[in-house]
């Protein structure tokens, strides 16, 4: 048997959208189970997600530490955001982050993981890329604002963020699973047996 997740959609003979926000809406469908009985399932829809995980030439990671309410915490994350445009190119959305939210560019870029974050109850899918070759972005650094004008910027070792991850230090979904995908695939076939940026992404298609 192949461990691989497939494509499978139950019938849906009923739903509604109880709320529309500004990016994400709050779905409600009832779904036929197995049995033939019909089950409520809420859950947020979401445009989808990329992320980055940055590492320079010392073997760093190019982080960010950004105030998250609804966990009120601050937490130490990589570089991310929403696919704002419906079939957006994922690597151009990411390299669109890596400059808006730390002013930097990159040479060579791999897809690292592909994950959906809270798939019981949130259909958002990220793309997690691995960006090496860094250098600063050119011409005007992006206007931040709300959080992101108090964001933290940083560049932290690898093995320190590895350390952090296994001893409950660090949280972020984006982050955990960046950094030990990338432990993962140097043990392995190395980070160049990684997939192609432009790699197909079936939860996210995207034009070329």
């Given at each position: 048997?192949?461990?691989q997740?497939?494509?499978?959609?139950?019938?849906?003979?009923?739903?509604?959208?109880?709320f529309?926000?500004?990016?994400?809406?709050?779905?409600?469908?009832d779904?036929?189970?197995?049995?033939?009985?019909?089950?409520r399932?809420?859950?947020q829809?979401?445009?989808?997600?990329?992320?980055?995980?940055?590492?320079?030439?010392?073997?760093?990671?190019?982080?960010?530490?950004?105030y998250?309410?609804?966990?009120?915490?601050?937490?130490?994350?990589?570089?991310?955001?929403?696919?704002?445009v419906p079939?957006?190119?994922?690597?151009?959305?990411?390299?669109r982050?890596?400059?808006?939210?730390a002013?930097?560019?990159a040479g060579?870029?791999?897809?690292?993981?592909?994950?959906?974050?809270?798939?019981?109850?949130?259909?958002?899918a990220?793309?997690?890329?691995?960006?090496?070759?860094?250098?600063?972005?050119?011409?005007?650094?992006?206007a931040?604002?709300e959080e992101?004008?108090?964001?933290?910027?940083?560049?932290?070792?690898?093995?320190?963020?590895?350390?952090?991850?296994?001893?409950?230090?660090?949280?972020?979904?984006c982050?955990?699973?960046g950094?030990?995908?990338?432990?993962?695939?140097?043990?392995?076939d190395?980070?160049?047996?990684?997939?192609?940026a432009d790699?197909?992404?079936?939860?996210?298609?995207?034009?070329?």
């Open positions: 048997m192949k461990v997740d497939t494509p499978e959609e139950w019938q849906v003979v009923a739903t509604t959208t109880p529309t926000g500004k990016k994400t809406s709050v779905r409600t469908d779904v036929v189970m197995p049995d033939g009985s019909v089950a399932r809420d859950y829809v979401h445009p989808g997600s990329v992320a980055v995980l940055a590492l320079d030439d010392q073997d760093r990671v190019l982080v960010l530490r950004q998250r309410h609804p966990v009120r915490q601050k937490l130490w994350e990589i570089p991310a955001g929403l696919l704002d079939g957006e190119n994922p690597l151009h959305a990411a390299q982050e890596l400059y808006e939210e002013y930097a560019k060579e870029w791999r897809v690292l993981a592909d994950v959906y974050t809270t798939p019981g109850g949130c259909d958002e990220v793309r997690i890329f691995l960006a090496r070759d860094l250098a600063e972005a050119e011409g005007e650094r992006y931040v604002s992101e004008a108090d964001m933290e910027v940083a560049r932290v070792p690898l093995a320190e963020l590895v350390r952090g991850v296994l001893a409950g230090e660090l949280h972020n979904n982050l955990v699973v950094v030990l995908s990338l432990v993962a695939a140097r043990a392995g190395g980070v160049d047996a990684l997939r192609p790699a197909p992404w079936p939860a996210r298609p995207f034009e070329a």
